[in-house]
T-cell receptor
Framework: RKEVEQDPGPFNVPEGATVAFNCTYS??????FFWYRQDCRKEPKLLMS???SGNEDGRFTAQLNRASQYISLLIRDSKLSDSATYLC???????????FGTGTSLTVIP | DGGITQSPKYLFRKEGQNVTLSCEQN?????MYWYRQDPGQGLRLIYY???????QKGDIAEGYSVSREKKESFPLTVTSAQKNPTAFYLC????????????FGEGSWLTVV
């Protein structure tokens, strides 16, 4: 079983739509959780960390459900510039062990 | 500027040749990593190092070698033993403390011709 699993999509949504991605992780001892954004042919960049209490950054909301072992990313009022691949990242044992989902592709359509 | 610098950005290799990808960071991070990404796929860990003069194999280390002689530097050599080296290579680093995130260089594109 993979450490981190994501629905690869693609998700094609119109501008202004709300879209949500989920990611599940297998190790209940996982400690830290992140969402990264990766544009085509570029490196992944940190979008936001995910905290137990949930956190929001503008149009983006991230939540963690430890009981069900998943994290989610909600994007409200989608913009064309949100088109990218979104990677779920889990730090499974603390320290320096990171596990990556394969990414969910989002295309926002005019 | 602080960050992770990878070079070269684009590299063409003939079959049978070894090539070395450079990775330098000035973030004072203890841990450094090399990942490989194939088109439409996720990141796969090649090697990682948590401290100078020490490194561990990741999931796909065969055909690759690394060194960590300095904290700032973690070069990756793609040897002729790597049968399908054409890919996007990403170097990354992270602080030692638990809960810290991971930062990436801009990547190197390697093509075998």
């Amino acid at each position: 079983r993979k450490e981190v699993e994501q629905d690869p999509g693609p998700f094609n949504v119109p501008e202004g739509a709300t879209v949500a991605f989920n990611c599940t992780y297998s190790n209940s001892a996982s400690q830290s959780f992140f969402w990264y954004r990766q544009d085509c042919r570029k490196e992944p960049k940190l979008l936001m960390s995910v905290y137990s209490s949930g956190n929001e950054d503008g149009r983006f909301t991230a939540q963690l459900n430890r009981a069900s072992q998943y994290i989610s990313l909600l994007i409200r009022d989608s913009k064309l510039s949100d088109s990218a691949t979104y990677l779920c990242v889990v730090n499974a044992r603390g320290g320096n062990q990171f596990y990556f989902g394969t990414g969910t592709s989002l295309t926002v359509i005019p | 500027d602080g960050g992770i610098t990878q070079s070269p950005k684009y590299l063409f290799r003939k079959e049978g040749q070894n090539v070395t990808l450079s990775c330098e960071q000035n973030l004072n991070h203890d841990a450094m990593y090399w990942y490989r990404q194939d088109p439409g796929q996720g990141l796969r860990l090649i090697y990682y190092s948590q401290i100078v003069n020490d490194f561990q194999k990741g999931d796909i280390a065969e055909g690759y070698s690394v060194s960590r002689e300095k904290k700032e530097s973690f070069p990756l050599t793609v040897t002729s033993a790597q049968k399908n080296p054409t890919a996007f290579y990403l170097c990354a680093s992270s602080p030692a403390e638990a809960g810290n995130t991971i930062y990436f260089g801009e990547g190197s594109w390697l093509t075998v011709v």
